[in-house]
Nanobody
Framework: VQLQASGGGSVQAGGSLRLSCAAS????????????VGWFRQAPGKEREFVAA????????SYADSVKGRFTVSRDKAKKTVYLQMNSLKPKDTAVYYC??????WGQGGYHYWGQGTQVTVSS
């Protein structure tokens, strides 16, 4: 699986961005209720942190407390793409955002495939 993240940019606080994570190569197993795609972010000088995840087959979602109510993760099976809609952005959301996939439900045991990062910068 190859993952390509895109959609980053610079916005002012309160603005919105939509990130995309397109999959190619061996596709997700659509019949599995375990395949998970997650979004992570890493700010300068900080460790990478979980942002959101979605179960590819059923669409269940999970969010970090810091983004609940502001971010929405979704997927388009036909396009093999996962989205992260980010609203009400704050300067503390500034980071490089990564998407990753895991064969296990909610990535228990780790995410094995990672896309390149896309920079999100939120100015006050």
């Amino acid at each position: 699986v190859q993952l390509q993240a895109s959609g980053g940019g610079s916005v002012q606080a309160g603005g919105s961005l939509r990130l995309s994570c397109a999959a190619s190569g061996r596709t997700f197993n659509s019949q599995s209720n375990s395949y998970t795609v997650g979004w992570f972010r890493q700010a300068p000088g900080k460790e990478r942190e979980f942002v959101a995840a979605i179960i590819w087959s059923g669409g269940s979602t999970s969010y970090a407390d810091s983004v609940k109510g502001r971010f929405t993760v979704s997927r388009d099976k036909a396009k093999k793409t996962v989205y992260l809609q980010m609203n009400s952005l704050k300067p503390k959301d500034t980071a490089v955002y990564y998407c990753a996939s895991a064969r296990t439900r909610w990535g228990q045991g780790g995410y094995h495939y990672w896309g390149q990062g896309t920079q999100v910068t939120v100015s006050s």
